[in-house]
């Protein structure tokens, strides 16, 4: 399916390439200051940023990271986030224009550690752009695409959740 017009010219307009987990983005900010990680023992960038957008079918697949993130919606239509919590629970964040969307909030954060994946909410744009924080600095050396096989077996109630959002090359 082709992108929308207005995906095609914020892509373009903002530099964005195309996201290991789907979707494209661009780093905006990587802040010089560093800071020393205990667990694992590594020095990071003390905060880092970008755009990632969502366009027609596209999602953001199953993965984490090793710090906390904060999303903030931008522009376009809703986004789902959805997230594996440690007690086996799935809580979903709906990323939106909180003044157009009830169910909306303009800023979610997703703690390290935890599996998520986010959706675009099908409306009039056909795209969703947000930004996101991540505090220490993102690296993709602490980034982990999932699994579906021990995604599946750990939160086996979500099933159909899960597939639906698994790495496009472990879709099944």
Known sequence: MPLTAAA????????????PEGGFYRETYRSEERIQRSIP?????????????LADDAYSAWH?????????????DSLNVHVLENDGTVSTHR???AADDAMAVYQAVVQAGRWFAAE???GEHGYALVGCTVA????????DL???GAL?????????????????LAAR
């Open 8 to 19: 095609q010219r914020l892509i373009a307009r903002l530099g964005l390439e195309p996201h």
């Open 41 to 53: 023992p590594v020095e990071r960038a003390a905060a880092t940023s970008i755009y990632y957008l």
């Open 64 to 76: 984490r990271i090793q710090s906390d993130e904060l999303w903030h919606f931008h522009a376009g």
């Open 95 to 97: 990323l939106g224009n």
């Open 120 to 122: 675009r909410v099908p």
């Open 136 to 143: 220490p600095g993102f690296e993709f050396s602490e980034f």
């Open 146 to 148: 999932a699994d579906d």
């Open 152 to 168: 599946l077996a750990k939160y086996s109630a979500h099933g159909d959740l899960i597939r639906r959002l698994l790495p496009r």
